[in-house]
């Protein structure tokens, strides 16, 4: 069973100054509206609605969370997990593109998205969900473009690959390397990322997705490394005192 499928709805934020106050690794997922990114939150995480579109698409402006818990997860009142039981966090950003709001909305909209994405020092990881049948929009580009000097990695989906035929897969993954390669970071060094094709709907590179959120997250990590380290200090503790 994947890690991932551990995920719960921890909060839901529209302002920087109520981001948790937690300390654990948050990937992020960015997308178009409608490019698919709801639907790989929720096959990656083996639920139905943990990520959910508005009907109108582009609406939504609220980062929610979900916490990747500890071996507790579950045995909580209302199947949440505590804080100290958390090891990551998954953030599922705004759907960026054609949305039906004002412009005072929108305006706040991306500048809670750029400032987000530009200083969250808990951000590990930006994975980015772009349509596979279309290339980098203007908008994707903003969100490259803000999140590119920061350094961190980027693990970008081309999803609902199911609707390329093989040549048109091949070339939207050259595609995308490409246009990836053109960055570096602000000390002029390459920019890390990852590219693979994706589709919910067939599970295509649901394994491949899996195994580097999981990386970039941490969660490939010993859970109890640290936890075994302070209980021999207590225990240490424990023997001198008696």
Not at 5 to 33: C, M, Y
Not at 38 to 61: D, M
Request: proline letters at 5%; a neutral charge.
């Amino acid at each position: 069973m994947s890690q991932l499928w551990q995920a719960r709805f921890f909060t839901t934020v529209n302002h920087l100054r109520d981001l948790p106050k937690t300390s654990v690794p948050e990937i992020a997922f960015a997308g178009r509206s409608n490019a698919g990114k709801s639907s790989a939150i929720n096959v990656l995480c083996n639920q139905k609605r943990l990520a959910f579109a508005s009907k109108t698409p582009g609406r939504t402006q609220h980062i929610n969370y979900f916490s990747i818990g500890g071996a507790h997860v579950g045995q909580h009142r209302n199947d949440e997990a505590r804080p100290d039981d958390i090891r990551a966090m998954l953030v599922d950003l705004p759907g960026y593109g054609y949305a039906e709001v004002s412009g005072s909305a929108k305006h706040h909209w991306q500048a809670l998205l750029g400032d987000y994405v530009r200083q969250r020092e808990q951000l590990a990881a930006l994975v980015m969900i772009v349509d596979s049948r279309r290339p980098f929009t203007d908008l994707d580009i903003q969100m490259i473009e803000w999140f590119a000097p920061t350094g961190k990695p980027i693990h970008c989906i081309l999803s609902k690959a199911d609707k390329l035929n093989r040549n048109e897969s091949t070339n939207a993954l050259r595609q995308a390397q490409t246009y990836l390669q053109s960055y570096v970071d602000e000390n002029g060094q390459p920019f890390p990322f990852t590219v693979q094709l994706f589709s919910a709907l067939k599970r295509t590179g649901l394994e491949e997705a899996n195994d580097k959120i999981v990386e970039l997250a941490g969660l490939n990590q010993p859970a109890t490394a640290a936890a075994v380290a302070e209980d021999g200090v207590a225990q240490d503790q424990g023997t001198q005192q008696a």
